[in-house]
């Protein structure tokens, strides 16, 4: 059975084009309110709430009168100008209705892909929580071409759940979950509740695409199944034309539910302790070094010196007061202001920067920490 979505701490829900737009009457009012109903509760309830909207280019169709079966890109991108501001203001107003706030994020490809983008993107949304606002996140189709584009809201929904350390994936879709073929195509295709793990005998199960509105169909579903899971994310897939489609989860109707990985690729963190060269080096004092075992995040005020000529998104090394390695990060600020705020107090270091700063020299989710303290291990993932 599906655990009560109101266990989740953070939920990213992904919205396909179909469910939101009719071809002839445009935005489905009435539904939207619905989901926004499911939504406002979750986040009233202390959930971080998410939306990945789809729905730009289908409705700046409509608007427009586009009748064409397929439209060349740059039609695509003028559809997705036009819908894009009626979406993000549909959202705006339903779930003002209920009081929350929401705002908007276009991403392109380069956002979740390279790191120094990705540190600005995670630092917006987490601050959007922060305030509980709900981020409305959308791919910028109006600049993405074809070599820098995500292509499907599945994949970039996926790409946003584990950005985000969110704990479920929800796709809401035309079909109610996976099949072991097309149903559409295939009378014997059977229901598959569960999906412990994405094998290739799964991965044979996703067709083409699901609607001639949405890109996505099941295979990028799959795509998004292994991003999430392999990242510790959990991923429902249900039929969202209901009204109330998450409450609809919670009642048990139909949904396939795939179980995240027990043990999570920390891609990520991989990625950050195999750095062959760090940039540079923070030499940090004790209580800082103690911290940091125990999880936490780099503050400036724990930092003793630095050095190297490093920019914000690269990986230094974390030195204790000895000289020794205790852990690697991809640190927040360029060197020279890296320079200037160390070992001050978050309080005083907008006065010095000119600017609000970010919370943390080197957040613990950027961070590695190399061996425990006094022992000389191999690096190890932190946990966060
Ligand atoms: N970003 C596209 C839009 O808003 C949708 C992509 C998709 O359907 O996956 O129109």
């Not at 989901?35 to 202390?46: E, K, M, Q, S, T």
């Not at 998004?224 to 959990?234: D, L, P, R």
């Not at 060269?277 to 911290?291: I, K």
């Amino acid at each position: 059975m599906t655990p009560s979505l109101k266990r989740y701490r953070r939920i990213v829900v992904k919205i396909g084009s179909a469910l939101l737009v009719d071809r002839t009457t445009g935005l489905k009012r009435t539904w939207l309110a619905s989901l926004v109903d499911d939504i406002a509760g979750l986040a009233r309830g202390g959930t971080d709430m998410l939306v990945v909207s789809s729905g730009a280019i289908a409705l700046g169709r409509t608007v427009l009168g586009l009748k064409q079966r397929v439209l060349k890109l740059e039609e695509s991108q003028a559809a997705a100008a036009v819908g894009q501001i009626a979406l993000a203001s549909a959202w705006s107003e339903e779930l003002g209705r209920h009081g929350v706030v929401s705002g908007q994020i276009l991403l392109t490809l380069g956002d979740t892909e390279e790191r120094r983008r990705y540190l600005n993107a995670r630092e917006t949304v987490a601050t959007l929580l922060r305030m509980k606002a709900v981020p409305v996140i959308n791919e910028n189709d109006t600049v993405a071409t074809s070599e820098i584009r995500y292509g499907d809201n599945d994949r970039l929904a996926a790409r946003v759940a584990t950005m985000m350390s969110a704990d479920l994936l929800v796709l809401l879709s035309d079909i109610d979950g996976l099949y072991t073929a097309s149903p559409a195509l295939d009378p014997n295709a059977a229901f598959i509740p569960v999906v412990e793990r994405i094998t290739p005998e799964i991965e044979a199960m996703g067709g083409g695409a699901a609607s001639e509105l949405s890109r996505g169909g099941m295979r990028t579903k799959l795509d998004a199944g292994k991003i999430a899971t392999m990242a510790g994310t959990a991923m429902i897939i249900t039929a969202g034309a209901r009204l109330n489609p998450l409450a609809a989860i919670d009642r048990g109707e139909r949904a396939t539910s795939f179980h995240p990985s027990a043990n999570p690729v920390r891609g990520y963190k991989t990625w950050i302790a195999g750095q062959l060269e760090p940039a540079g080096r923070l030499t940090v004092d004790a209580g800082a070094v103690a911290a940091l075992l125990s999880g936490k995040s780099l503050l400036p005020a724990g930092v003793k010196l630095v050095s190297g000529a490093f920019a914000r998104g690269d990986t230094v090394a974390i030195l204790d007061p000895d000289g020794r390695e205790v852990a690697r990060g991809l640190v927040a600020y360029d060197a020279p202001d890296a320079v200037r705020i160390a070992g001050l107090k978050s309080t005083e270091i907008a006065s010095v920067l000119g600017y609000e700063p970010r919370s943390a020299m080197i957040h613990r989710d950027d961070l590695v920490v190399s061996r425990a303290a006094g022992s000389a291990n191999s690096p190890t993932a932190a946990s966060n």
